[in-house]
């Protein structure tokens, strides 16, 4: 099953020769450096994630578990597509990055999850869920009860086992000091935008477009929802450690770093994902932030200068051909996933590929 997406896609990408096309575009060294990614990053997250998938099926309360479960089966790929930069790593710190990325990502993932699928959370409890991840990154920070304003059930310590090996992993990095503000902004960001998106329907909108016009003298000539999108990202949290894994790290590389992933990378990230969740989305009544835009002509043109600036951004910062395998590598699997053309959206999506030149 953790092998289910990443496998469809590569199936739909060997199929069809516009996309062969565009993975024959990577050449010898990205072809090698998929074959890495396939061959040994997926299978160490994979193998951790089995782990976590054995710690949330011992779970007590039915629920939880439930949730838990479909954090790991359903959204394996959150956690192999988080480790891509572990492409660029080897040996014990190739291990000890991806020990941080899964358990990090499933915090994601199952606050996530019980925010959106589990009955009867109250609001309140959406900041106070996502105190997890903010005491996950903040290794000084005294851990807290996160399950304190609901849902008041038992998951037999999964979350906060979840806390601590993240806090274990950080304290191994060699550079975590110098990237930590930066990770705990974006990660504030993301818990802020979980408290808002969850809201009720015809509240949500409103509270998301609030929280953008107070953070727009910052994030200028976006629209609210494509400042959503960018907070809503991993990738800026993955790449700052990917730096903070590194034993000679210049430290003048995590700015412009930063720069590029937060808020490029990360709002391409979040609007290709909803990109490809659009029929999901209208079935369970969420906010969509690509069903945001006017049109879908709106869409594709906004979301296609975005690659082309997210591939201009990278091309700027050290190691640039490694952040844009990691570009290449995300429009290739979400625009090449078999929701797309379960969706008819087969033309949009060339369009967007069309734009990595």
């Known amino acids: 099953m953790i092998w289910r997406d990443i496998a469809a896609t590569t199936a739909t990408v060997l199929a069809r020769p516009s996309r062969l096309y565009r993975l024959a575009g990577l050449g010898p060294s990205g072809w090698m450096r998929m074959a890495r990614f396939l061959g040994v990053v997926v299978p160490r997250a994979s193998r951790h994630l089995r782990t976590l998938r054995s710690q949330a099926s011992s779970i007590p309360d039915v629920e939880l578990r439930r949730q838990a479960l479909a954090s790991i089966?359903?959204?394996?790929?959150?956690?192999?597509?988080?480790?891509?930069?572990?492409?660029?790593?080897?040996?014990?710190?190739?291990?000890?990055?991806?020990?941080?990325?899964?358990p990090l990502e499933t915090i994601y993932d199952y606050l996530d999850n019980l925010c959106d699928r589990l009955e009867n959370v109250p609001p309140r409890a959406y900041a106070t869920l996502h105190e997890a991840l903010l005491d996950a990154v903040t290794p000084s920070q005294p851990l807290r009860d996160y399950y304190?304003?609901?849902?008041?059930?038992?998951?037999?310590?999964?979350?906060?086992?979840?806390?601590?090996?993240?806090?274990?992993?950080?304290?191994?990095?060699?550079?975590?000091?110098?990237?930590?503000?930066?990770?705990?902004?974006t990660a504030h960001f993301y818990a802020e935008l979980q408290s808002l998106k969850h809201l009720p329907t015809s509240e949500r909108e409103v509270r998301c477009e609030e929280w953008y016009v107070a953070n727009r003298s910052r994030f200028p000539d976006m629209y609210w929802w494509e400042f959503a999108a960018a907070c809503g990202s991993s990738l800026p949290v993955f790449a700052m450690l990917f730096l903070a894994s590194q034993e000679q790290l210049d430290r003048d590389d995590v700015g412009p770093t930063f720069d590029a992933y937060f808020p490029s990378v990360s709002a391409l990230h979040i609007l290709l994902d909803y990109f490809i969740d659009q029929a999901e989305d209208r079935e369970h009544r969420e906010l969509n932030f690509v069903a945001c835009y006017a049109t879908t002509a709106e869409a594709v043109e906004r979301v296609r200068d975005l690659v082309r600036e997210t591939a201009t951004r990278l091309r700027t910062i050290a190691h640039a051909d490694w952040h844009a395998f990691l570009l290449h590598a995300m429009c290739l699997f979400y625009l090449t996933h078999p929701k797309v053309f379960a969706q008819r959206l087969h033309a949009e999506s060339r369009a967007l590929l069309g734009a990595l030149g």
């Open 73 to 102: 089966d359903a959204k394996a790929y959150h956690v192999q597509g988080g480790s891509i930069l572990g492409t660029f790593l080897r040996g014990e710190t190739l291990e000890r990055y991806v020990a941080i990325v899964a």
């Open 148 to 185: 304190r304003d609901g849902p008041h059930r038992d998951d037999g310590g999964y979350l906060r086992s979840l806390v601590e090996s993240v806090r274990e992993g950080i304290g191994s990095l060699p550079n975590y000091s110098v990237v930590a503000s930066r990770i705990a902004q």
